[in-house]
């Protein structure tokens, strides 16, 4: 299963591009299902996300942009399945996941021939198959053309100094018109400039808070107990196994065979089996470590009690806002 949604922390960031996130829970801590106040706003504002369900937005999206590629002469086939993502399991972050696959860097966390977060499996769409064999048969003075009218003008003169693009007034092409239809909620956030402001200084205050900073240092304590010193942030555990692998791949890149499999994957399980499950348990043990230090100082608990605590806040504040934007945002869906 994909992993599950939770709005509240992370796309609040609506002045950039949306963020999905996941806030993992250890496998010996207490469940902490408490419902984020500000998850029935935000999912009602952006749409609730489910990546192994179609998307009709895109859908959609992908047929307008498609009919105004025809109207500039050209064909262009719509891309409604999401690719070259890598979907995270639900269960990730979990004591189980933890010590059957790690992080899923060097494991394949989704089944064999899935490849793993390093070694991906990045399968093609039909309509992306189409739309590359489309346009490798253009001319190249067509290429240009088509790709002006798919994603825009380009900017040729550099802004000066101290001056910004105006995206705002840029033609983005069919692309940039199509989505922008669909998915008017970033546009229609900057309505809310003050709300927008609170919600990103939320993200700030929630890591400063005195009780995320004193769990995250009874968890950076616990880690350099089990072998892993120096680890201030929880995203320091992941890096270190990303380490790993990059010191993997510079001792090794050399020695493995890519005709040895069908996938990357393959090929280094064939070409280096003792040095890869080196790597594995490696992994395995930074992530067991981890998960078991966030059970044993309650990180997870303390940190979604905080963030329920300042969104509630946001809302208290907000609430006017917060269904004004709502109404807007439903009302750009009709």
């Known amino acids: 299963m994909a992993t599950a949604i939770r709005w509240g922390a992370v796309a ?3 002045t950039a591009a949306l963020t999905v996130a996941a806030c993992g829970r250890g496998g010996g801590e207490a469940e902490t299902d408490a419902d984020s106040p500000l998850d029935g706003y935000l999912n009602e504002i952006y749409g ?14 992908e047929e307008l942009v498609a009919a105004c590629m025809a109207d500039a002469g050209f064909e262009y086939y719509p891309q409604t399945e999401q690719s070259g993502v890598i979907t995270l399991s639900e269960a990730r972050n979990t004591l189980e996941f933890a010590e059957e696959f790690g992080y899923g860097y060097s494991t394949e966390s989704n089944g064999p021939g899935t490849g793993t977060m390093n070694w991906p499996v990045m399968t ?11 346009r490798e048969a253009l001319s190249e003075d067509a290429v240009y053309e088509y790709e002006a ?6 900017v040729t003169d550099p802004p000066q100094e101290g001056e910004d693009i105006d995206w705002e007034s840029m033609d983005r092409g069919c692309s940039g018109r199509g989505y922008d239809e669909i998915y008017p ?3 229609i956030a900057k309505q809310f400039t003050d709300l927008n402001e609170a919600m ?20 950076s304590s616990c880690m350099a107990t089990a072998g892993y010193p120096d680890l201030s942030q929880l995203i320091d555990a992941e890096n270190l196994v990303n380490d790993l ?24 399980k064939a070409s280096l089996p003792d040095e890869l499950a080196e790597l594995q348990a490696a992994e395995i043990a930074v992530a067991v470590a981890d998960v078991t ?22 809302v208290d504040t907000y609430r006017d806002d917060l269904e004004a934007w709502v109404a807007v945002a439903q009302a750009a869906e009709h």
């Open 48 to 61: 609730e996300y489910d990546p192994d369900a179609p998307d009709p937005d895109r859908m959609r999206a």
């Open 293 to 314: 230090c966030r059970d044993e100082v309650g990180y997870t608990r303390i940190r979604q009690e905080v963030e329920n605590e300042y969104e509630q806040a946001i």
């Open 12 to 14: 609040v960031l609506v």
């Open 124 to 134: 093609e769409s039909e309509a992306e198959r189409l739309n590359s064999e489309y």
């Open 200 to 219: 990103n200084q939320m993200l700030t205050d929630i890591e400063e808070d005195p009780r995320v900073a004193e769990a995250l240092i009874g968890w």
């Open 185 to 187: 909620a970033l546009a």
């Open 149 to 154: 009218a798919l994603y825009g003008a380009m």
């Open 245 to 268: 692998w990059n010191r993997f791949n510079a001792a090794n890149g050399n020695r493995i065979d890519l005709s040895l499999g069908e996938t990357d994957y393959d090929a280094v």
